[in-house]
């Protein structure tokens, strides 16, 4: 097979940062049959050695901030943070909680942003489509400037 | 619900503490600045025994009697300097400073050890799993959660006990309608209100919605970990199914904010005759999945004897919910101290007796027939008429509990407000807080690639445990 064939093709590990699960529970409906990733080449993979794209959730919490590192530095590069729900963001209910973060996404330079509490999956998947544009214009890098321009 | 607090003198306490655990239904322990706080369920609800821990003597640890509160006293010890005399497990219940505990190992000829976590393959929460094992076989599991801890409760603390009413809701995804239902009772106790039966009818649909997407979607997860992809592709399909009916029921596919204090969402039950229809149609629909599922003799194989809890066990770890009444346990917080409509639309509890993943899928089949059964009567009883405008008044000084029976079980919620309206304690004790324990003890005696599916046939939180 060539190149081309796998073109828009992801790879998409997710990561919980301190989530209440609830972005969980949309990012699992990605792969129920009413909105079906795999049919456009898209894949939830085991392990982060396999990712493209990492999806993370959650304000980030004290325990989990090294796993969450060490996660995305396992991620090959290119690789694009795409952050879900408004935790993640840094706005959710537990922005300034004793042992929260700045958001998952912040902390770990997401490149995209999909805000809601917790995001519908037509969100999550329009935000999975940016992510691939992203990747295959080759630009990550801009991208999270731009993000944190933004901020 | 809630009954009265009691204060006692140190022997009295002790006495009633054990007389409750033996006899009654224990819900849990925490403890505020000044005094711990030991809460049972009665046929009236809710109530608590305690006693003062400045008084600088070290306090009896009933975990060593009743293994049910070793969470809950690490916990207290850990984040309120609670002084135990004996704890059995001293180490600290959470990390601290970004660093686990170590994980307790069983040593021996031919053990060996495996850490799994806390990043795990697939959508799921951080937990870090250590297994000991002689080949196979698991001898012992640690499960160390905390990893999703925020400080949620000290978060909350100082704002007014009705605007944290939103963050209550978003402690946990899975059991949010159940715990805004018992934050909303408790703050109602203490302003000393009562609800319009539509609100509280409107109530009982919200919640019983949220036990249908998730016990739809843990017999789905139940069947993946029996290894039959059809069967979690149907239940996955189903539960997608019952977050549309979320949406449409309560304004929001996951109900946050579908009860509030004082009485339900502005989005709740908007569309009743529409909600009636679409849930008739998902029960006859679940009906045939139960029939492919539990009509699959390997699917039923592989759950036989999978994970088994025995009654004798449940009581001691203190199980709630399906996880205890698989194992033939009989409470039902909804059955045995009603509250709100169920006084008037009866539930009765799902019991099952072999304590194994089989018996837990069979408990939420009947469960999700119960509920579907309940929504159905509550939105006859409503017809047309919308649920009336949420009304509360300003909050005094005081505490109260709250219990309801959440999808996973009790899930209870302890409040105090002080003289301004504002929390100056909350304490959160999930139905997953309860069960995590039994899980690990259930691994024992199990081989290793049983976990998923032991783990998904109690399918608990980590966001609501760890808080």
């Not at chain 1, 999909?114 to 489509?129: F, K, M, N, Q, Y």
């Not at chain 2, 190992?105 to 094992?133: K, Q």
Request: aromatic letters at 6%; a neutral charge; proline letters at 6%.
């Amino acid at each position: 097979m060539t190149q081309s064939s796998f073109r828009g093709s992801l790879g998409i590990r997710h990561l919980v940062c301190g989530s209440c699960n609830g972005c969980e529970h949309e990012m699992n409906a990605l792969n129920n049959a009413y909105y079906d990733i795999t049919r456009d080449g898209w894949d939830i993979v085991a392990s982060p050695r396999h990712a493209d794209v990492i999806t993370v959730t959650g304000p980030m919490t004290v325990a989990m901030r090294a796993a969450a590192e060490q996660t995305v530095d396992a991620v090959p590069l290119p690789r694009v943070v795409v952050a879900i729900g408004d935790c993640a963001a840094g706005v959710g209910p537990w922005a300034g909680a004793p042992e929260a973060g700045e958001g998952a996404g912040v902390e770990l330079e997401a490149a995209i942003f999909v805000h809601g509490c917790p995001p519908t999956p037509d969100a999550i998947r329009s935000g999975l489509e940016e992510a691939g544009t992203i990747l295959s214009r080759g630009d990550v890098a801009r991208a999270v400037k731009d993000q944190k321009r933004e901020r | 619900m809630s009954g009265p607090s009691h204060e006692l003198d140190v022997s009295a306490f002790e006495r009633g503490v054990s007389a409750e655990c033996e006899s009654g239904v224990p819900l849990g322990a925490y403890a505020s600045s000044d005094a711990v706080h030991y809460l049972f369920l009665g046929a009236r609800g809710a109530f608590a025994l305690e006693r003062p821990h400045a008084d600088g003597r070290a306090a009896t640890a009933f975990s060593a009697t009743f293994p049910l509160f070793s969470w809950d006293e690490r916990e207290m010890r850990d984040e309120w300097n609670v002084r135990f005399a004996d704890l059995p497990d001293p180490r600290p219940l959470r990390g601290q400073d970004g660093r686990m505990p170590d994980a307790l190992l069983a040593t021996g000829g031919g053990l060996m050890h495996m850490v799994v976590g806390p990043v795990h393959a697939g959508i799921i929460e951080p937990g870090r799993f250590t297994f000991s094992s002689g080949g196979e076989t698991v001898v012992h599991l640690d499960a160390q959660l905390s990893y999703s801890h925020r400080g949620v409760e000290r978060h909350l603390c100082g704002t007014d006990a009705l605007e944290a009413a939103a963050g209550v809701a978003r402690i946990c995804g899975s059991c949010s309608a159940s715990r805004s239902l018992a934050y909303a009772q408790a703050l109602e106790q203490l302003a000393g209100i009562e609800l319009d039966p539509g609100v509280e009818l409107a109530r009982l649909v919200v919640v019983e919605l949220e036990r249908v997407y998730n016990h739809l979607a843990d017999l789905a997860a139940s069947a993946a970990g029996a290894g039959w992809g059809p069967g979690f592709a149907r239940g996955m399909a189903l539960k997608e199914r019952a977050m549309r009916a979320c949406r449409l029921g309560g304004g929001h596919r996951l109900l946050f904010d579908a009860i509030v204090p004082g009485g339900v969402g502005p989005s709740t039950l908007r569309e009743p005759s529409e909600l009636r229809a679409t849930l008739r149609v998902l029960a006859s629909s679940a009906e045939h999945y139960f029939a492919a599922l539990f009509g699959n003799p390997s699917v039923v194989a592989r759950w036989e004897r999978a994970g088994v809890v025995s009654r004798k066990m449940a009581r001691a770890f203190g199980a709630v919910g399906p996880a205890s009444r698989a194992s033939g346990g009989k409470i039902d917080v909804r059955a045995f101290a009603p509250y709100g409509a169920y006084r008037r639309i009866r539930v009765d509890a799902a019991t099952a007796a072999s304590g194994d993943a089989f018996a837990r899928c069979c408990v939420k089949r009947d469960e999700l027939r119960g509920s579907f059964r309940a929504i159905d009567e509550a939105l006859a009883q409503l017809g047309d008429a919308r649920p009336s405008a949420p009304k509360m008044p300003r909050l005094g000084p005081g505490a109260a509990i709250g219990v309801v029976e959440g999808p996973r079980g009790a899930e209870t919620v302890a409040v105090h407000v002080d003289d301004r309206g504002r929390l100056s304690r909350l304490h959160v004790i999930s139905a997953s807080y309860r069960n995590w324990p039994i899980v690990a003890a259930a691994m024992d005696g199990n081989i290793v690639p049983d976990f998923p599916l032991v783990n998904k046939s109690f399918n608990l939180c980590y966001a609501c445990a760890d808080r």
